[in-house]
Structures are given as C-alpha cells and as structure tokens.
C-alpha cells in the first residue's frame, strides 16, 4: 500500500509545473525589452521613478524564465554624460559580436538637448559606453518625441528604428553601424506609420510573411494603458488598427502595457513581457514587469492576452 502511495505522489509531482509568477523580479520597472540572447532570455526595463531619479539601467537574465539574474547599472548617466533625466525604454540589439543598447532619455522637447541614444558594449550586461557621444536622434521629426524607441531586423537583413511619443510614430533605415539613417527612395529619413490610436511603445515582428505592429495607448499613469495592433505586408504598412489585446483586469492588475514580444521559435512558444501597475499601488511610478504567453488564431490574428499572477511555466531554451 505505501509502494502504491508513493508512485501516486511521485506521478503527481511529476506533472506539477512551475510557473515564474507576475511580477518575474523585484523591484518598480517598466517599458520591458525581452530577447534571447545567446539561448538565455534576457529584459531590459525602464526604472520606473520620478523622472529626476530615472538615471540608470538595470537588465535581468534567467535560463528558464523562473529564475532571475539582475545586472546593476549597465548604463547610467556617468557613462552618458548627456543623459540628465528620464532615461527610458531600452531596446538592445546584437550584432557582429557586439551589443548595442539604444536608449530614450531626458523626456527632450524641441530645442532641449536628448532623445534617443545609442550605447555599445562587448556583452549584454556591458560595460556599455557611449557610442557617438551624443544623441542619434535629438530633433523632432512628423510630430513624434524621440522615445519609446524600438529597432526591427528584417528578412533583407535592414535594420529599421521605429519610435515615437506624442502619439505620432516614424520609422528610419538604420546604417549598419548604427551611427546615422538611410534615406528612403524618395529621399526622406524619417517616415510617419501612425495607426489609428497609437500613442507609444511600438512594437514589431514579422510571422508567416507578414509585419505585425503593436503599440501602447491611454495614459501610462492611469489603468487603462493598454496594448493594440495592425497587421500589414510592407514594414512601411499601412497599419490599420484591428483591436485591443492587452489591457488591464481589475481583479489582477491595471494599467497593463508598453510591452515587447518574446518568440521560441523552436517551441513556437510567444510571450508578452508588459508593464502593469499591482491593485494595491496608485502611485503612477509602482509598476511591475510581467510575462504571460500570446497566441494565435488559425487566421494569424492575436489572442486577448490573459493577464496573470502565476505567470509562464518554466521553460528553458534548446
């Protein structure tokens, strides 16, 4: 009978998963950018502070999305001198065995000194310097602030900057070092892809041949922050806006958004990793860096992302 007992148990633990749990770290981050790098999955949020302390970067790795790493102060405002407030929303890209961390910072207006800027570094927790000693991008072009700055790699091997607040969103060819823009064919840098509700927080990807674009709206101190999309055949779009798919619930958590997108592609596993702001906290800064899984429909389109407090399950790279 204890022999029969205990093959139960052991079959029962056997098929208990673990789950990473919402919030995935410690600690008041926002603006995540998750990626795997080097078969590890990696984030790089925002430190969400009044706009006067917000004058570092942390990253946090994990092989298996339970189990965090935090690498303290990967870039700060000592490493980029320019940087004097707001430093937000990084996004990190690698390339011929380097690793470059463009930044938004010092919440610029026209004629201020900011924007978006570029860091280099020979891994992904740094230490990062200052790639061009100034910003890349520190004017304001179409309407859209340099922020919120998000950069695509296409299937001809272009690399694209995509960015934008004050509801207004451009996209540029990057040079291949990183260092400036290329012009479009009709000569133009800057190019406006607005949808229809964008405010900020792009987002894009391509699968099954066509470019998905997802972005933030709302007011990101209030709880309905929320995340909408368009799909589209071109990078350049046109993005019509097809709906909301990740927003707040009020028994989990409000002000669910500016997130990034995580893909497995050899589990064929999607993540959303987003931004949301605890029950419990009404102070606009107490926000929290969250991952739950994002599907498909047999159409492509994308799923209502369901909001949780157990997370993802525990799941490691091949």
């Given at each position: 009978?204890?022999t029969?007992?205990?093959?139960?148990l052991?079959?029962?633990?056997?098929?208990?998963?673990?789950?990473?749990?919402?919030?995935?770290?410690d600690?008041?981050?926002?603006d995540?950018?998750?990626?795997?790098?080097?078969?590890?999955y990696?984030?790089?949020?925002?430190?969400?502070?009044?706009?006067?302390?917000q004058?570092?970067?942390?990253?946090?790795?994990?092989?298996?999305?339970?189990?965090w790493?935090?690498?303290e102060?990967?870039?700060?405002?000592?490493?980029?001198?320019?940087?004097r407030?707001?430093l937000?929303?990084?996004?990190?890209?690698?390339?011929?065995?380097?690793?470059?961390?463009?930044?938004?910072?010092?919440?610029?207006?026209?004629?201020?000194?900011?924007g978006?800027g570029?860091?280099?570094a020979?891994r992904?927790?740094?230490?990062?310097?200052?790639l061009?000693?100034?910003?890349?991008?520190?004017?304001?072009h179409?309407?859209?602030?340099?922020?919120d700055?998000?950069?695509?790699?296409?299937?001809?091997?272009?690399?694209y900057?995509?960015?934008?607040?004050?509801?207004?969103?451009?996209?540029?060819?990057?040079r291949?070092?990183?260092t400036?823009?290329?012009?479009f064919?009709d000569?133009?840098?800057?190019?406006?892809?607005?949808p229809?509700?964008?405010v900020?927080?792009?987002?894009?990807?391509?699968?099954?041949?066509?470019?998905?674009?997802?972005?933030?709206?709302?007011?990101w101190?209030?709880?309905h922050?929320?995340v909408a999309?368009?799909?589209?055949?071109?990078?350049?779009?046109?993005?019509?806006r097809?709906?909301?798919?990740?927003q707040q619930?009020p028994?989990?958590a409000?002000?669910?958004?500016?997130?990034?997108?995580?893909?497995?592609?050899?589990?064929d596993?999607?993540?959303a990793?987003?931004?949301r702001?605890?029950?419990?906290?009404?102070?606009?800064?107490?926000?929290v860096?969250?991952?739950?899984?994002?599907y498909?429909?047999?159409?492509?389109?994308?799923?209502?992302i369901?909001?949780t407090?157990?997370?993802?399950e525990?799941?490691?790279?091949?």
């Amino acid at each position: 009978m204890k022999t029969i007992f205990m093959t139960i148990l052991c079959s029962m633990l056997f098929v208990v998963s673990v789950h990473a749990g919402n919030p995935v770290f410690d600690g008041w981050y926002a603006d995540p950018e998750g990626i795997i790098i080097d078969n590890e999955y990696w984030i790089f949020p925002t430190y969400s502070a009044p706009y006067d302390k917000q004058l570092h970067l942390d990253a946090f790795s994990s092989p298996d999305l339970v189990q965090w790493t935090k690498h303290e102060r990967i870039l700060d405002n000592t490493i980029v001198p320019w940087i004097r407030r707001a430093l937000w929303a990084p996004a990190i890209v690698q390339k011929d065995g380097k690793f470059y961390l463009f930044f938004g910072a010092n919440d610029v207006h026209e004629g201020e000194i900011g924007g978006i800027g570029v860091a280099v570094a020979d891994r992904p927790d740094g230490p990062f310097k200052d790639l061009l000693g100034k910003p890349l991008i520190g004017k304001i072009h179409n309407g859209a602030q340099p922020i919120d700055q998000f950069v695509f790699l296409d299937k001809d091997g272009q690399y694209y900057m995509i960015y934008g607040g004050w509801s207004h969103c451009n996209i540029a060819r990057l040079r291949e070092d990183f260092t400036g823009f290329l012009p479009f064919d009709d000569d133009s840098i800057f190019k406006e892809i607005t949808p229809k509700g964008y405010v900020e927080g792009p987002v894009m990807f391509r699968k099954d041949g066509r470019y998905y674009f997802m972005w933030s709206e709302g007011g990101w101190g209030g709880p309905h922050y929320s995340v909408a999309y368009a799909i589209a055949d071109s990078p350049l779009g046109p993005f019509k806006r097809i709906g909301k798919v990740l927003q707040q619930d009020p028994q989990i958590a409000t002000g669910a958004g500016h997130h990034s997108v995580i893909h497995d592609p050899q589990a064929d596993i999607w993540y959303a990793v987003y931004h949301r702001r605890p029950l419990s906290e009404t102070n606009p800064n107490h926000r929290v860096t969250c991952i739950d899984r994002m599907y498909f429909d047999e159409k492509g389109f994308i799923k209502p992302i369901k909001i949780t407090h157990e997370g993802v399950e525990k799941h490691t790279l091949n």
